[in-house]
Nanobody, 119 residues
Framework: QVQLVESGGGLVQAGGSLRLSCAAS????????MGWHRQAPGKPRELVAR???????NYADSVKGRFTISRDNAKNMVYLQMNSLKPEDTAVYYC?????????????WGQGTQVSVSS
């Protein structure tokens, strides 16, 4: 069974920083793309950033220049460094991974971690 567990969320003032981490565990054969999405109250879930196994990255326009996604393939982990945070970044942040297990393949999601930015 595969699990993705996020950590690092919390409450921060505008202009501050947070670093989110996500660890994938279980019977994982390989991981392709990993990413972060977020969902604010009353809004649909949106892509924040994603990174391929080769290190290619994509970012939402709203976070370019402020957020940085990275990964450690040896540890099956993905990170999101968030700088210059704004109140509009407040949301539940979810990590996801496109991976292959010993018996299946697909997209797996974590349970989410709350990020709150006060003005």
């Amino acid at each position: 069974q595969v699990q993705l567990v996020e950590s690092g969320g919390g409450l921060v003032q505008a202009g501050g920083s947070l670093r989110l981490s996500c660890a994938a565990s279980g019977s994982i054969f390989s991981i392709n793309t990993m990413g972060w999405h977020r969902q604010a109250p009353g809004k649909p879930r949106e892509l924040v950033a994603r990174i391929t196994s080769g290190g290619s990255t994509n970012y939402a326009d709203s976070v370019k220049g402020r957020f940085t996604i990275s990964r450690d393939n040896a540890k099956n982990m993905v990170y999101l460094q968030m700088n210059s945070l704004k109140p509009e970044d407040t949301a539940v942040y979810y990590c996801n991974a496109d991976l292959v297990t010993s018996s299946s393949w697909g997209t797996y999601w974590g349970q989410g971690t709350q990020v709150s930015v006060s003005s």
